[in-house]
């Protein structure tokens, strides 16, 4: 008698199939930002990264712990899940930051990747599948600037590819006064006079003394921010995604651009089947942010408290709205990962209490929702959640 696995064509033997439940296909009920998103093996999850200039704080881990619950929920329900999450380590802030401080830039990259990799390994995000550092791909970007000249959705300019980024913009809903705004505020300089229309980007772009560069049809020079992530994107898991994971302020002009330069290049849309868009940590009244300076450092809250306590403070909340950032939360989240302990130390309350808890965690995330089962109903219920958010 040979048992099927997972993997293989079915249960043979001469004595006929082994009985045993027929399994609950529970991927079809995942829900994701308000809609279905039934998903097949492999789940593919695109996480935009960080770029390597300086510390980690809570916004940022909001994001990267979240991108971690998510695919933790999916294998939970025996859903494969492949995942990306990049480097940028070529990027006009990460060059400034390596000045500033006196190094090259690529070890202030290596450096500041190191300490965020160990923040991340401290919280218990699981290593994703690929972590493409962008001065890898440089030469899968000159591909997809050479695709998109071919197609007639880029054009060169002294020294620059510009991809026409008007469809983006459409796309995105998004009026063209917010737009031009947005794409100003995130370093796009849509006053640059060799675009043919502000909404455009470069995707490759010369540099001066100071910047990387790399050579390529169009002069020495380094690849632009989203064309960046749609070529890393594009080599690691394709021409689609199931989900886009970021920060909220992600959304326009860097995800609307990846998208469309994905699109454009492939032929294959939607790029991204669902976003899903972390809502931004404020702290002190405004969005906690290196350019103001509000920051609370992970390594500094791991000092005090246990890693499990800060997954606790960053999930038990609906995960695509903006918060403020209080002491006091640290310690309520702590006094609730306390109660669900308890909660898991006693026997089980009633049947089918755990299949509750994963139907709160496969309905968009709800882990107020899980976590209120858990600790009600207690035992495997309480137990499962724990194991499957890594609380413990
Ligand atoms: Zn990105």
């Not at 492999?42 to 712990?65: E, N, S, W």
């Not at 000045?99 to 690529?106: N, T």
């Not at 026409?164 to 737009?179: E, K, N, Q, T």
């Not at 898991?344 to 309905?363: D, F, H, I, W, Y």
């Amino acid at each position: 008698m040979t048992v099927g696995t997972e993997y293989s064509s079915g249960v043979i033997g001469r004595a006929g199939r082994v009985e045993r439940p027929e399994p609950r296909l529970r991927s079809a009920e995942f829900r994701l930002a308000g809609a279905a998103l039934p998903v097949v093996s492999p789940a593919r999850m695109y996480v935009c990264g960080i770029t390597p200039y300086d510390v980690t704080h809570l916004g940022h881990a909001a994001t990267f712990v979240w991108a971690d619950a998510a695919q933790a929920v999916l294998r939970s329900i025996g859903v494969h899940t492949v995942s990306c999450r990049n480097v940028t380590d070529v990027d006009d802030v990460l060059t400034a930051a390596a000045d500033a401080h006196g190094r090259h830039y690529d070890e202030h990259a290596v450096y500041q990747e190191f300490l965020f990799e160990q923040d991340m390994a401290a919280l218990r995000v699981a290593r994703p599948t690929h972590t493409p550092r962008a001065r890898h791909f440089v030469p899968q970007v000159r591909q997809l600037a050479a695709a998109l000249l071919a197609t007639g959705h880029a054009y060169q300019r002294d020294g620059s590819v510009y991809f026409r980024g008007r469809g983006a913009v459409a796309a995105a809903g998004l009026s063209g006064d917010l737009a031009v705004e947005l794409s100003a505020e995130f370093g796009d300089a849509p006053e640059d006079p060799a675009r043919e229309d502000p909404f455009d980007v470069p995707v490759w772009r010369p540099s001066t003394d100071r910047d990387p560069a790399w050579p390529s049809p169009w002069g020495w020079g380094r690849p632009g921010w989203h064309a960046e992530c749609a070529a890393m994107s594009m080599a690691t898991l394709g021409a689609g995604v199931d989900v886009l994971i970021g920060g909220q302020d992600l959304v326009f002009p860097h995800h609307a651009y990846q998208a469309a330069l994905v699109q454009a290049a492939s032929g294959v849309a939607p790029f991204a089947r669902r976003a899903m868009h972390v809502g931004a940590v404020h702290y002190q009244g405004r969005k906690m942010a290196k350019s103001t300076g509000n920051l609370v450092l992970i390594s500094d809250l791991l000092r005090s408290c246990p890693p499990a306590a800060v997954r606790m403070l960053l999930l038990n909340r609906p995960w695509g709205s903006g918060w403020e950032y209080h002491e006091a939360d640290l310690e309520a989240a702590s006094a609730d990962l306390e109660a669900l302990y308890v909660a898991a130390g006693r026997p089980n309350r009633s049947a089918g209490a755990a299949e509750a808890v994963t139907a709160a965690l496969l309905n968009d995330l709800d882990v107020p929702a899980a976590v209120a089962v858990a600790r009600q109903e207690g035992g495997d219920a309480a137990r499962g959640l724990v194991s499957v958010l890594a609380l413990s």
